[in-house]
């Protein structure tokens, strides 16, 4: 049991720090629609620490001008906090905030049982807002105890479009200037990587170093007692290093000195789940297919060689090939539209297959300079040769800085600088 007190003092700082946001002007994320606080569901934000779940949470709260409580579980003095603790805390709430139909619940997954809490509070109607850092503690417990009451949100990192927006970058000028400007911004967030907090902090290489460190040993490595754990770590900043890569799991065993292949599975898996990286299937309309070779991408570039002793080449290709595909989650996830990547036994490949249920709605492929003729077609006819297969005719390549259309075997194909499609509404 955590002491009554010291509840009160927790509660009472975060409420004081809460109001010092009243006059600060927070980005607007497109994520914040997502939210229904009129809903009699839980509304659950999850997505990798630092990414601004908190802030959205609180926008979301704000424009809607409720009253709320807040806590967060992400103190060090609420460590020990136990179930049996959380009916105290909402006590102590209102005494702080009195009456309130709202409830902000930040990084609650820190408390064991802490389901039964919500599910209870929304059995009396209060509207729940929750965020967490862990995938699958998060989805596996609402998916058993809140069932059919949650609505779930994905939050990553900033996207092309929030970071114009804090950096003041004009989005839609259409001079000379205007543009200038947002390649200019354009060129720093592939380099930088979209975490909110390095657009103010100095040293980016120890912030995410500290980041990475922090979600390995919290949020995977005690949670799920990892035994061997220097493994675990030089299979991350493996495959970090390298992304975007396909998991071949006994070639990663064998080089790890790891017993099992269904061990590296279980690191890569943790790995998703804490939402450093995400992975991507291949298509196919066989589903024995679809769950063989996957591919796996850092959540943000700045995490391919923004670590301390990264040794990562910088390459801009894969950097804009990571950008294309978070994007791609940000616009289709929310609307229940699926992502692949296309390889067939002719060895033509296309980076990503939008689709609906069994049908392909866009295809996309990546590069970041296709100025060199032989790159150029080896991406027209990747293009191609999966329009043929999934009949689809929807087809970009996002690339730097070129723009045309071009008409190729009947097919119409745009071509799109990375700056102008990532604005793209």
Same mark, same amino acid.
């Given at each position: 049991? =955590? ?40 509304? =659950? ?6 990414? $601004? ?21 992400? !103190? ?14 909402? &006590? ?13 619940? !930040? ?5 064991? $049982? ?25 989805? $596996? ?39 200038? %400007? @947002? ?16 657009? #103010? ?11 990475? *460190? ?18 675990? &770590? ?15 799991? *006994? ?5 790890? !000195? ?20 995400? $992975? ?10 679809? =769950? ?8 943000? =570039? ?10 990562? %080449?910088?390459?801009?290709? #894969? ?13 289709? @996830?929310?609307?229940?539209? +699926? ?48 329009? %043929? ?20 075997? +009947? ?9 102008? #499609?990532?604005?793209?509404?």
């Amino acid at each position: 049991m =955590v002491d009554k007190r010291l509840i009160e003092q927790v509660l009472t700082e975060q409420r004081q720090e809460l109001q010092a946001l009243g006059d600060v002007d927070f980005c607007t994320r497109r994520e914040e629609d997502e939210i229904n606080l009129d809903s009699r569901l839980a509304q =659950v934000v999850i997505g990798v620490r630092r990414s $601004g779940k908190s802030t959205l949470c609180y926008n979301a709260l704000k424009s809607k001008n409720v009253d709320f409580a807040y806590v967060n579980f992400d !103190d060090e003095r609420f460590e020990d906090l136990q179930t049996s603790d959380l009916n105290t805390v909402l &006590e102590v709430l209102y005494k702080i905030y009195g009456d309130f139909k709202y409830l902000f619940l !930040d990084e609650i997954q820190n408390v064991e $049982g802490w389901h039964l809490f919500v599910n209870r509070l929304l059995r009396q109607r209060m509207h729940i807002v929750v965020t967490g850092s862990n995938a699958k503690l998060l989805s $596996g417990e609402l998916a058993t105890h809140l069932t059919g009451r949650n609505n779930q949100i994905e939050l990553f990192p900033f996207s092309f479009a929030d970071w114009c927006y804090c950096k003041g970058v004009d989005m839609n000028l259409l001079t000379t200037k205007a543009e200038a %400007a @947002r390649r200019a911004a354009f060129d720093e967030y592939l380099r930088q990587g979209g975490f909110p907090e390095l657009l #103010w902090e100095k040293y980016s290489t120890r912030y995410v170093g500290k980041l990475v *460190n922090a979600i390995l040993k919290r949020d995977i490595e005690q949670r799920h007692k990892i035994k061997y754990t220097e493994a675990f &770590e030089q299979l991350t900043n493996h495959l970090m290093n390298v992304a975007p890569v396909t998991v071949v799991a *006994n070639s990663l065993a064998r080089m790890l !000195d790891l017993k099992s292949n269904h061990t590296v599975d279980n690191y890569v898996g943790f790995l998703k789940e804490a939402y450093l990286m995400v $992975g991507l299937k291949k298509f196919s309309t066989k589903s024995s297919q679809r =769950v063989r070779a996957e591919k796996v991408y850092p959540i943000d =570039v700045a995490l391919m060689d923004g670590r301390q002793d990264a040794f990562a %080449a910088e390459n801009l290709g #894969w950097r804009l090939e990571t950008i294309v595909f978070v994007e791609l989650l940000r616009r289709n @996830r929310p609307i229940d539209r +699926d992502i692949y990547y296309f390889a067939n036994a002719s060895g033509y490949e296309a980076d990503f297959v939008v689709c609906r249920g069994n049908r392909v709605e866009e295809i996309y492929q990546v590069s970041y300079d296709i100025s060199n003729e032989k790159s150029r077609q080896r991406e027209l006819r990747g293009l191609l040769a999966a329009s %043929a297969e999934t009949h689809c005719d929807n087809l970009y390549l996002i690339t730097d800085f070129q723009r045309e259309d071009v008409a190729l075997k +009947d097919k119409q194909i745009h071509i799109v600088p990375a700056y102008e #499609w990532l604005l793209d509404k």
